[in-house]
């Protein structure tokens, strides 16, 4: 079985910029996340989605946004980018609510 | 509010030897799910071992234990015979209904096998 995958790998931008940040989950998980995870520092949540729908928003401003496809893979979508958006963004997803998150491999972004 | 605390930073264990990491956590939900993530210096998270808060027993995974204390609201994580490849960041985590079942994390512990 196939785990989450998340693309690119790895990315750089200016300040300024848009960027999108893609996500598969796995086969049959409906409920996709959004974490950013800074350079030493724990995961903040970003974005939860369910069934096509933003459940749940972490405190991050408006130019940090996102949706979910009919065959729930998911887009992050980052715009106006500021030096400190400059982190690990991982994507998780799971089989229902409170079921346990599944990781991909993460999205390096680096703001210049 | 919910809460995870990890009070262990970092931490370095010879090989072969047991490690335990430490997670206490804090919340007035009854139902809760507790959860051991690693994270390699790859990045990826990688889910280790999960333990509800009306499981009896406490969860096991191969060489990880989860020493699940609920009057003192501990999870702990125990490694046994460490190998090099468990060196890197482990984190603790809780999701309950009065969270919307999103994960509340703890800080992480840095975990250095030594050879």
């Known amino acids: 079985e196939a785990g989450v995958t998340q693309s690119p790998t790895h990315l750089i931008k200016t300040r300024g910029q848009q960027v999108t940040l893609r996500c598969s989950p796995i086969?049959?998980?409906?409920?996709v996340y959004w974490y950013q995870q800074a350079l030493g520092l724990g995961l903040q949540f970003l974005l939860w989605?369910?069934?096509?729908?933003?459940?749940n928003r972490g405190n991050f401003p408006p130019r940090f946004s996102g949706r979910q496809f009919p065959n729930y893979s998911s887009e992050l979508n980052v715009n106006a980018l500021e030096l400190e958006d400059s982190a690990l963004y991982l994507c998780?997803?799971?089989?229902?609510?409170?079921?346990?998150?599944?990781f991909g491999p993460g999205t390096r972004l680096l703001v210049l | 509010a919910q809460k995870i605390t990890q009070t262990q930073p970092g931490m370095f264990v010879q090989e072969k030897e047991a490690v335990t990491l430490d997670c206490t956590y804090d919340?007035?939900?009854?139902?809760?799910?507790l959860f051991w993530y690693k994270q390699p210096s790859s990045g990826e998270m990688i889910f280790l071992i999960y333990q509800g808060s009306y499981d009896e027993q406490n969860a096991t995974e191969g060489r990880y234990s989860l020493n699940f204390q609920k009057a003192r609201k501990s999870a702990n994580l125990v490694i046994s015979a460490s190998q090099l490849g468990d060196s890197a960041m482990y984190f603790c985590a809780m999701s309950s209904l009065d969270s919307n079942y999103q994960l509340i994390w703890g800080a992480g512990t840095k975990l250095i096998i030594k050879p």
């Open positions: 989605y369910d069934e096509g729908e933003e459940r």
């Open positions: 998780a997803s799971s089989l229902r609510i409170q079921e346990t998150q599944y």
């Open positions: 086969s049959g998980h409906t409920s």
């Open positions: 919340t007035s939900d009854q139902s809760y799910g």
